[in-house]
């Protein structure tokens, strides 16, 4: 599939993986955005669009995946999660095998998952970078999005492992709480690791 080390980077909902994952495309390392790629594909890929408007009619407007739509069906209960992930992910997983083919001969890829352990996508990686922050850090980052409430708060977290279990399974832990410049470097730091470690 690819020559390079494959990286993951995940977290929990206000950990800073955004900006972690805008630091490392400032290192000129390929980074695959899963939710860039999710929305790309909702606005554009064909056969997508037509498989949603066969099995969920009401989420396409315009000829588009309306994400307000669906976001609004899982609130009332009347889309499952785990069947909107089964429509998504295979069309997912075709831009991932692209990303591979484009990048094939860089050293090392990035994949920026926000659900990278709960969609069993570390599979794809041969390291996994995990940021994170104390709770109530990670709380307030998530309350400062406009729209949140403490319904949806815990409606999002109960889709996702803690971000204990995360720190846990991960190969690298980044601590994002003391600002934008330990973290750059200590991303820097992995990275450098690695491409070490893979010229061997």
Not at 163 to 175: H, P, T, W
Request: with cysteine; glycine share 4%; proline share 4%.
């Amino acid at each position: 599939m690819t020559k390079s080390v494959v990286v993951g980077l995940t977290g929990c909902m206000g950990a800073g993986k955004s900006t972690a994952a805008k630091m490392i495309r400032q290192m000129v390392v390929p980074v695959f955005d899963s939710d860039a790629a999710v929305h790309r594909l909702m606005r554009e890929n064909r056969n997508m669009i037509a498989l949603f408007a066969r099995r969920c009619p009401q989420s396409v407007v315009r000829n588009e995946i309306d994400r307000g739509v669906l976001s609004a069906l899982i609130d009332e209960k009347k889309l499952d999660v785990r069947e909107l992930e089964s429509m998504i992910y295979p069309f997912l997983e075709s831009e991932l095998r692209d990303f591979f083919a484009r990048h094939r001969f860089e050293p090392v890829v990035v994949l920026d998952v926000p659900l990278l352990f709960e969609a069993g996508w570390d599979g794809f990686c041969d390291k996994v970078v995990v940021v994170t922050a104390p709770a109530d850090v990670l709380k307030q980052r998530v309350f400062e999005r406009a729209g949140m409430t403490e319904e949806k708060y815990a409606a999002l977290a109960s889709r996702q492992m803690s971000d204990k279990q995360k720190r846990e399974k991960a190969d690298y832990v980044v601590e994002t709480r003391y600002g934008t410049e330990p973290v750059r470097e200590k991303l820097a730091e992995i990275l450098e690791e690695i491409k070490c470690a893979k010229s061997f």
